[in-house]
């Protein structure tokens, strides 16, 4: 166990923030997608940067210029067919590298192997990333553990306003919306720390609702797990409440933390019942949430406990 919080420590050191960085296939395609794209836009960008300033350069106006003067020359069918045969070519090979990586890149595709993925189910609160890991018991905010090797099946929403769930370096970002769920599938390749983050603006705890992704050796993650598991506290209602409040990831750390716990991270235990459906089916009893039921509203919880 503390082997596993030293781990975390160690790794959280230097977290990998951008695809072009990738920790796993999914990031890899973005990056090679991007720099596939850029070069084929350049082979027209590049000759327009440079001819344009040679062509006013060579027949600018001045007395003896070295330049043809050619007043009725109006066409010229080898120059039409580079200028418009090249950008139909550069075009026509965009549109099917772009329809390759948008299916390569399906967050809801599940192709990374034949062992069970790892299920998790995400919540998005003001301001903070709630992981659940149903089928270990376990939930935690702050961090994201995740086995190396392994694909993992995130179903998300939101118990607050809509939110865009991104870690650059592993995957693209997909939208939680309440009352809905989205999917998306990733893996990565090798034990890293990376950062994941709310990329949709929602208030003032906007900037920091970020968390650590760390993907580690199975026997790291289940090291983790015991750690999460031993340390963590029961997720009820009650403390659901507090942390569900408009509260940044530092309040709720102040307001939930335990010294057994990481200062960045928050480790529960799972009770009876499924917190995830209550959470997603809170949207759907046909009716309008009053304010005191609904998450982000002052009624809720006021901001920071103020």
Same mark, same amino acid.
């Given at each position: 166990m503390a082997a596993a919080i030293a781990l975390v420590s160690t790794q959280t050191a230097v977290a990998s923030d951008s695809f072009m960085d990738p920790q796993g296939p999914i990031a890899a395609v973005q990056k090679t997608h991007l720099l596939r794209a850029t070069v084929l836009i350049l082979i027209a960008v590049i000759p327009v940067l440079v001819l344009v300033p040679l062509i006013a350069f060579r027949y600018r106006r001045r007395k003896e210029g070295g330049a043809a003067?050619?007043?009725?020359?109006?066409?010229?069918?080898?120059?039409?067919?580079?200028?418009?045969?090249?950008?139909? %070519?550069?075009?026509? &090979?965009?549109?099917?590298?772009?329809?390759?990586?948008?299916?390569?890149?399906?967050?809801?595709?599940?192709?990374?192997?034949?062992?069970?993925?790892?299920?998790?189910?995400?919540?998005?609160?003001?301001?903070?990333?709630?992981?659940?890991?149903?089928? &270990?018991?376990?939930?935690? %905010?702050?961090?994201?553990?995740?086995?190396?090797?392994?694909?993992?099946?995130?179903?998300?929403?939101?118990?607050?306003?809509?939110?865009?769930?991104?870690?650059?370096?592993?995957?693209?970002?997909?939208?939680?919306?309440?009352?809905?769920?989205?999917?998306?599938?990733?893996?990565?390749?090798?034990?890293?720390?990376?950062?994941?983050?709310?990329?949709?603006?929602?208030?003032?705890?906007?900037?920091?609702?970020?968390?650590?992704? &760390?993907?580690?050796?199975?026997?790291?993650?289940?090291?983790?797990?015991?750690?999460?598991?031993?340390?963590?506290?029961?997720?009820?209602?009650?403390?659901?409440?507090? &942390?569900?409040m408009r509260s940044d990831r530092d309040e709720v750390q102040a307001a939930l933390g335990t010294a057994q716990m990481p200062e960045n991270a928050l480790y529960f235990t799972l009770e009876e019942g499924d917190l995830f459906q209550s959470i997603l089916h809170r949207y759907h009893g046909g009716r309008p949430l009053l304010a005191d039921q609904q998450p982000g509203t002052a009624e809720f919880g006021q901001e920071g406990g103020q």
């Open positions: 003067y050619r007043p009725k020359w109006d066409f010229s069918a080898r120059l039409e067919f580079v200028m418009w045969g090249v950008p139909v %070519v550069i075009v026509a &090979l965009l549109s099917f590298y772009l329809w390759k990586a948008t299916h390569r890149l399906d967050p809801y595709a599940s192709t990374f192997g034949e062992a069970p993925a790892l299920n998790v189910q995400v919540v998005g609160l003001d301001w903070k990333w709630l992981f659940i890991y149903p089928d &270990l018991g376990i939930a935690s %905010v702050g961090e994201l553990g995740i086995p190396v090797k392994q694909q993992v099946a995130m179903t998300l929403t939101t118990d607050t306003v809509m939110q865009s769930f991104m870690i650059p370096a592993l995957a693209g970002q997909i939208y939680a919306m309440p009352g809905m769920t989205t999917q998306l599938h990733l893996v990565a390749d090798k034990p890293e720390t990376m950062q994941g983050e709310n990329t949709q603006y929602n208030g003032r705890g906007f900037t920091k609702q970020k968390f650590q992704t &760390l993907a580690m050796q199975p026997q790291d993650f289940s090291a983790w797990t015991e750690a999460v598991r031993t340390n963590g506290i029961p997720l009820n209602a009650d403390t659901y409440r507090t &942390l569900a």
